[in-house]
């Protein structure tokens, strides 16, 4: 038994630096050009993945920038309003005043709800 252990164990030593020896000679270029193939497949499909995920992440960034500023310029006749009634010495009591205040306080808090979802969503 010993005898065919010791001849397994030659004949693996000498396959192993046979494999060695082919790999450093470059005959075994076949096998790694089909290595190298595989893995560029797989770095350009991670790539178009990227570039896609970068692509959404632009354009909810400029949807969330114009939806704010169409609220910013929604505010801002009824802050004008507010502003002049104030300067003017008007009552807040004024039934236009308290409606154009209201509306003020409701479009900041949308305003405040798009900034915060804008912010949630980003890295």
Known sequence: MKAAETAGGVKKGTDERRNLLSALAGNQAGR???????????????????KDQKAGRKRSRGLAIVSILLVIMAMGPFIWRIADDIVSGEHWEDLATQ?????????????????AGWMRQRP
Do not use: E, N, P
Request: net charge positive; with cysteine.
């Open 32 to 50: 790694d050009r089909a290595v190298a193939h595989r893995t560029r497949g797989v770095v350009l499909a991670s790539l178009g993945v990227m």
């Open 99 to 115: 409606a154009s205040l209201w509306i003020c306080l409701f479009f900041s808090a949308v305003l405040a709800a798009l900034v």
